[in-house]
Nanobody
Framework: VQLQASGGGLVQAGGSLRLSCTAS????????MGWFRQIPGKVREFVAA???????FYADSVKGRFTISRENAKNTVYLQMNSLKLEDTAVYSC???????????????????WGQGTQVTVSS
């Protein structure tokens, strides 16, 4: 499956953005989907994940501000980001985990397929 992330951009602190991750070459409903972010020189960080059944999981740093959702009919996963902070600035990537596990994983190593990333820059 190929993943294409989009929707990044420049936004002022307190603003909102919605990222999209569209899949081709596969049925997205078969995957657990995650969003990760990375700042140059730092380790990739888990942001959010959504199970096949729609259960959602968030990093503490974004809980209450970000919402992950999926629209299987469009083969797309979204990340709605509200109340953005300067520290949310990063390259955001979506990823797909095709394994069937007892729990949704927050480790990037569990994800098999990755999109190319989209830059989110939050300014003061």
């Amino acid at each position: 499956v190929q993943l294409q992330a989009s929707g990044g951009g420049l936004v002022q602190a307190g603003g909102s953005l919605r990222l999209s991750c569209t899949a081709s070459g596969g049925d997205l409903s078969r995957y657990v989907m995650g969003w990760f972010r990375q700042i140059p020189g730092k380790v990739r960080e888990f942001v959010a994940a959504i199970s096949r059944s729609g259960s959602t999981f968030y990093a503490d740093s974004v809980k209450g501000r970000f919402t992950i959702s999926r629209e299987n009919a469009k083969n797309t996963v979204y990340l709605q980001m509200n109340s953005l902070k300067l520290e949310d600035t990063a390259v955001y990537s979506c990823a797909a985990d095709g394994s069937y596990r007892r729990m949704v994983q927050s480790s990037s190593g569990a994800y098999d397929y990755w999109g190319q990333g989209t830059q989110v820059t939050v300014s003061s």
